[in-house]
């Protein structure tokens, strides 16, 4: 690792452990410039003078999918409605919490939920929004009311926000919208206003983009959707667009009897899909589907929490990652419950009947995957990309995610638990690649990280989030678990 | 609800909220007697005077199945040491565990995972204890020199415990035992003899019990199976007995190779089980198996996310329940990880691509269903017994669970978040049943309660656990959410 001479950093910390590209270091002098970069990040650091931090160091993670509004509805699901509950009962229950919402609360809720995102690890989220009319369909005085509201709660919690404004326009397949549903419409010129409004708002912030989010090939007809896709790519040519997409087999075949093709085939053949573009679900693929989205470059932005809760069923992982694709995201989150580590591996472990199944190509550790795959939004730069934010650059490495204070750096640090190492055996295989997150570690503290992080530990208070803030007037302060 | 007048009781508090069997209720007074048992119960009581809790009080759940020591290896198995990782793999790495365990570990080990139990709402735990012997397999100078220190673990934790020593006599069909298995060997009189001095270790203590654990089919020659359970109820008739059954499909196929019947069905046949019997996993039944288990009355224990973990499958949840069994213990969990909530709902809808599939007869919340099923120590008497503990009694239908200062009445309190009242809507189809946890409470507070219980909130340092209280002599203190 290279940076700048000590000297330079407006203010530099000493790390007992962080995960570096290379793998587990130990004694690592973190420096952050002024704006919150990491300007240089040096493994076996003296350790004179420097604050040292609380517990070793990984890069943060990006949510990749965020409905913040949801997180007010956590439960509320939880009741039998149906004989057959499914994910269309749900959307019943979230369309009576979507008639109750009113600015404010939008604004609380998100910055709720941006909070426990950053207690969680999660450094930034992309908020998939689409909540944008006032309860009787119109537009506030303001249009930008409830996306500036998200805006706002990311500002308070002190998370990187990619805002994703949310196109909608049918109920279905050929459908009108249901007045469940009005709150979320808009025409294309409509969405392209709001979006170059918003660009304008956020200009000369790092961490904050704007992109698109077409709701689903149910909401949006895909006759449409190349043009208003050129349209936000001719504001910026880089901005990212995530679609719901296959998450339900009723879905695939309301396509394919309205379209004549499954979902994914008809985004790949009709519309065009590119490294651009994130699938969110993406559940149901055929082979041709898989391997068309293997080719595209775009990205399977996996919910598993919520492809569990919602009973949509198991994208076909191992199948996908034989491929070797370039692009493996299955840390996203959904915003209905409190974010939580990766649950891929385990659907796909009870689906296949085997273990450690969720691999990329070449890796053998389920947490060292999850940290040097393209989820680390802050090691790797084609991370970045899915979740919004430009490429990474700088000499470091690290350097390619937005910050803002007192954010400096989107690390994270890991409260550690009693290492058991006396006790810690090794594993009987190793090899030469760097360290795993949570096994290999040059001390015993690494592997506390991981568990830690597996059961919710939060950031260090100085680093990724504001400890204790009241995020809203009259709120009781978050419990934060102290650091020793 | 009646009780003992409020002058008797040798501790009194008030719970804002509070999980009753006819559902929530509010301003509830809690006494306490002076063995730690529940005396009394009012609710709509007048809050003068009394100690106020910091928030809403559900019965605490038994955790039906602890290896304790395998606490120690979380993320140890999170590496792929094969082409095909599966359970069996997953047993390497735990046996090299294992094989490095002193008694002073297995103690330390097991008084942490006790406290994280209690920091999860589990009041007890069922320990399906099998690291019996020295690492060479001899027994240490005091046979009972493991059993104890687990004992002692649960006593500085301050967590009720059923001690079920593992018979383990075989290392697969037909087999002779591994090197590997070699501390967990005990002949049917050896594992006899080492019951009855437990059971008079533990004389006198109403939160402690023994029981028995043959391990499984694969480790216990059937042949000898019911004698040596006859020797366990010849010393206690009520005694619960645990077995791990039918988790993985190789031990199916290997027990219709070796005895020509599913191992399900071979218990049913040739052992005999009942209402003590807890069928550990419990995951590859055929249809008359299924049966077989519902008439008997014995328990499912089931153990969600290491069956995901795993890669065991899942268990035909939906034709159980559709049978009307009277036992149904969703909860357990294993020690391999900290506890939490119950999966197997989200399990059970991927398999059938449904949501609320996993509800006992008449209910309809599922955060209610865990708490008025089977699962509630405190509340049902028929829930108790396969924890082990003698059935519930006394005027308040609380008072079955053993309790020892400082876990006073095993309840757990669970910490608010927000209510989002303001935005809170109720469910639009609602009954006279009494209130659901998470969704039908007289004041918002029992909706907050379990959205924090999913998340993994822990009791109050006054009820349920030793706050802070450093269990280990060097270890850090755990850390815990402060309680406004």
Excluded at 173 to 185: D, E, I, S, V
């Amino acid at each position: 690792m290279t940076g700048a001479r000590p000297a330079e950093a407006a203010q530099a910390y000493l790390a007992p452990a962080a995960l570096l590209p290379e793998g587990w270091r130990a004694d690592v002098r973190l420096e952050v410039g002024a704006d919150g970069q990491l300007t240089g990040v040096w493994p076996g650091a003296p350790a004179a003078g420097l604050p040292r931090l609380p517990g070793p160091v990984l890069p943060g993670l990006p949510n990749l999918h965020s409905h913040a509004f949801q997180r007010a509805m956590a439960g509320l699901a939880e009741h039998r409605t149906a004989v057959e509950d499914s994910f269309w009962t749900w959307r019943e229950a979230m369309y009576r919490v979507v008639a109750t919402l009113d600015p404010d609360a939008l604004q609380a809720i998100a910055a709720w939920l941006y909070v426990e995102c950053l207690e969680g690890g999660f450094t930034s989220a992309a908020e998939f929004h689409y909540l944008h009319q006032d309860t009787d369909g119109r537009p506030f005085s303001d249009p930008a009311e409830m996306s500036l509201r998200v805006l706002a709660a990311a500002d308070s919690a002190g998370i990187g926000l990619s805002l994703l404004p949310v196109l909608y326009q049918a109920g279905g397949f050929g459908q009108p919208p249901t007045a469940g549903q009005r709150r979320f419409l808009h025409s294309d010129d409509g969405l392209l206003d709001l979006i170059a409004r918003l660009r304008a708002q956020v200009a000369g912030r790092p961490d904050r983009r704007v992109g698109m989010a077409p709701h689903s090939l149910r909401a949006v007809p895909i006759a449409g959707l190349a043009a208003v896709v050129a349209g936000l790519h001719a504001q910026d040519p880089t901005a990212p667009v995530h679609i719901h997409v296959a998450e339900q087999e009723a879905e695939v075949a309301g396509m394919l009897a309205h379209a004549g093709q499954r979902p994914v085939q008809a985004l790949l053949d009709r519309v065009g899909i590119d490294p651009r573009w994130c699938l969110v679900h993406a559940t149901h693929l055929d082979a041709a589907e898989l391997r068309g989205l293997v080719a595209s470059g775009a990205v399977a932005g996996l919910c598993p929490s919520t492809e569990a809760n919602l009973g949509d069923g198991l994208f076909p992982a191992r199948d996908y990652l034989a491929q070797g694709p370039s692009a493996w995201a299955p840390t996203a989150v959904s915003a209905a419950t409190p974010p939580r580590s990766c649950g891929c591996g385990l659907g796909q472990r009870l689906l296949l009947r085997r273990r450690t199944v969720c691999l990329p190509p070449g890796e053998v550790s389920v947490g060292g995957g999850l940290w040097r795959g393209p989820c680390a939004v802050a090691l790797w730069p084609w991370a970045c990309r899915w979740a919004g934010w430009p490429s990474g650059s700088g000499r470091t490495g690290w350097s390619c995610g937005p910050t803002t204070p007192p954010c400096w750096g989107w690390m994270v640090t890991i409260c550690s638990t009693p290492s058991f190492s006396r006790q810690e055996p090794r594993p009987s295989t190793r090899s030469d690649r760097g360290c795993a997150a949570g096994e290999r570690g040059p001390t015993p503290a690494p592997r506390s990280a991981a568990r830690r992080l597996s059961s919710g530990a939060g950031p260090h208070p100085l680093i990724g989030c504001r400890g204790g803030k009241a995020i809203a007037p009259g709120w009781p302060r978050r419990p934060r678990p102290p650091f020793a």
